[in-house]
């Protein structure tokens, strides 16, 4: 499957911004999907996470309650809310397809070596 991302942009902070990760393929609701950034000078580091099952959501401590992930599997897409975001945000934004071999559980959708697909990045950028 490939993977586009779109969205990303500047913003103040105390702002909002809509993340899409979009494919053509039908295939595209069998796969688990994941947020991931990476910052200037630091390692890549997921976002949020959403299974086959939309209601298997996963987030990491530094965005849960500010970040939503959503998919629509009718329009292929999933979708990250981002809202009151802070400087330290700042970054590219990817989105990746996890491994369909692979169960689905915190552990695993927070390991960037079990995706077998990364879209393209986009940059998002939150002045302070």
């Known amino acids: 499957v490939q993977l586009q991302a779109s969205g990303g942009g500047l913003v103040q902070a105390g702002g909002s911004l809509r993340l899409s990760c979009t494919a053509s393929?039908?295939?595209?609701?069998?796969?688990?999907i994941g947020w991931w950034r990476r910052a200037p000078g630091k390692e890549r580091e997921f976002v949020a996470g959403?299974?086959?099952?939309?209601?298997?959501?996963y987030y990491s401590d530094s965005v849960k309650g500010r970040f939503t992930i959503s998919r629509d599997n009718a329009k292929n897409t999933v979708n990250l809310q981002m809202n009151n975001l802070k400087p330290e945000d700042t970054a590219v934004y990817f989105c990746?397809?996890?491994?369909?071999?692979?169960?689905?559980?915190?552990?695993?959708?927070?390991?960037?070596?079990?995706?077998?697909?990364w879209g393209q990045g986009t940059q998002v950028t939150v002045s302070s």
């Open positions: 959403v299974g086959v099952i939309i209601k298997d959501t």
């Open positions: 990746a397809a996890l491994r369909r071999d692979v169960l689905v559980v915190v552990a695993t959708i927070k390991t960037p070596s079990l995706y077998e697909t």
């Open positions: 393929e039908r295939t595209f609701s069998t796969y688990a």
